[in-house]
C-alpha cells in the first residue's frame, strides 16, 4: 500500500476568473492520478471493458480545499489504496505544490465502484483486476 | 431556508466515454446551483468582488452518486442553506432527474468560505451579503 | 433558414485566470446551441443513436474572438443552418452579449458530420433528420 | 522554426457520450502546446503578466479533425510559429495518435494576440517575449 504520485501542471484551462484553480478541476485531476495509478499496475478503463464488461465509477468523494492552486503550477497528486472489497476500492488522495513536501492544497477520499458495462449494476471486482491491485 | 431549485440540461460536454455524466461535471452543476441561489438573493460573484472585496471560494465539498445522469437528461439541482456563521456558508444539495419528484442521482454537501480578494484569507461575510442570505 | 437563439449565462467553470471566459468554452457554448437547434426540431443526440444508428459529430470548425465574455454574463448564442447536403451540415453561429443587438464576441463556422455509429464512417442524414432539418 | 511536440493523455474527463474525445477538449490540448512551447522559452503566463503586463489570448482559431482521439489514447500534439507580427503569433498545430508518425487527428491553425491586462487592448509583443520566440 505504497503511496502513488502523478505529477499535474495547471494550464488556463483547469483555472477561473478568482484566478486560481476552479473546484471542479480538482476532481479531475484527482481522477488523472487514479487512472495512472491504475495504469501502472497494468489496467486501464478501455481494456477493463472490453475484456471484463466492467467499468470503475465514482461512488462518492469528499473534499477539502487547504489553500488555492494556480496557473502554472506543477502539482503532486497521490493515490493510496485504503480499503478494497467485493465491488468497492476507497483511495485517499492528496494534492501538493510541486512535490509531496510542497504545501498541502487538497485532501481527498474517493470511493469508487465497480459496474457492470451491460446493465450497470454494481459487480464484484474481477479477479484479473484484484491480482492488478494487490 | 426553503429550497431553491434550478434546471440543468446534460450536453456532450458534460459526459464521458462512459456513456454518462462524468464525475467532475456535478461539481459544476451544483455550483451553478449555488450561483443562482445567490443571483435570486440579488447577489452575484462580480458585485462581491467589485463592491465588498470579497470572493466566495469553496472550502469543502461531499458528494455520493446515487444513480447516473445521461445525455440529453434534463437535471433539477438543488441549493438550500444549512448554515451560516462568520465566514462560512453551508449548503445541503441534491440533483434529480427531471424534477424534484424525479430519480435521486447525487447528493451532496458543500462548504463555501468567504475569502478577501487582496490577501486571500478568510474574512467574515459582509453585512449586504448576510441581508442577501437570510 | 431564420435564425434560432439560445441564452448561456457564464457561470466560474467557463472563465479562466485571465478574467475572462476560457476559449474552449465558447466551443462548448456554440454545441449546445446546435443541439437545442435541432432539439426545437424534434431531435435529440440519443434518440439519433439509438433510432437511426447515426451521430453528429464536428468535422471542422473556425472561430474568431472579437471581445471577451466575462464572469456573470448572459450570453446570446445564435445557430443558423447554411449548408446542408449528403453527409454534412454547416452552421453559421455567433456570439453576443445579452441578446442579439449586444456587442458581437465571437462568429463562428461549424461543420458538422454524420456518421454512423457502429462503423464511425460518415453516412447521408438519415430521411427524419432531413425531414427535421428543413 | 523548428517543430514543438508535446504529449497528452486521454482522460474520461476528455472524452463523451460518443465514446470519443469531446471536440472543445482538442482545444485545450492544442493550448497546452502552445503554453509548454512558451514555457521551453523561458516565457510563462504568469510571469508575462507580472512582469510585462500582458497576457495572450486567443484572437481565432480553426481546426479540422481526421480521425477521433479515444480514452487512454497517447496523443502528440505540435505547435509551430508560423508567423510572427506586431501584436500577433500565428501557430500551426496538429494532433497525432501517439507520434508524430502516428494517424493525424486534428490540424489547427491559432491566432494569438498579445493583449494589455489593464487596459484589454491589443499591444506589441514586448521585446522580452520576442527574444524569447526567435
Not at 484527482?30 to 472490453?50: F, S
Request: negative net charge; contains cysteine.
Amino acid at each position: 500500500m505504497s503511496g502513488f504520485v502523478w505529477p499535474v501542471r495547471v494550464y488556463l484551462e483547469d483555472t477561473d476568473a478568482q484566478g486560481v484553480v476552479y473546484n471542479a478541476s480538482y476532481f479531475r485531476f484527482l481522477e488523472r492520478a487514479r487512472t495512472e495509478w491504475l495504469r501502472d499496475r497494468g489496467v486501464d478503463h478501455r481494456r477493463l471493458r472490453e475484456r471484463d464488461g466492467v467499468m470503475l465509477v465514482l461512488a462518492g468523494i469528499e473534499a477539502s480545499f487547504q489553500a488555492p492552486a494556480r496557473l502554472d503550477d506543477l502539482l503532486c497528486v497521490s493515490a493510496e489504496l485504503s480499503e478494497l472489497s467485493g465491488a468497492r476500492v476507497v483511495f485517499e488522495q492528496s494534492i501538493h505544490r510541486q512535490s509531496l513536501e510542497g504545501e498541502l492544497l487538497c485532501r481527498g477520499v474517493a470511493h469508487v465502484a465497480c459496474v457492470d458495462v451491460e446493465r450497470g449494476r454494481p459487480r464484484r471486482l474481477p479477479a484479473s483486476l484484484l491480482d492488478g491491485l494487490s
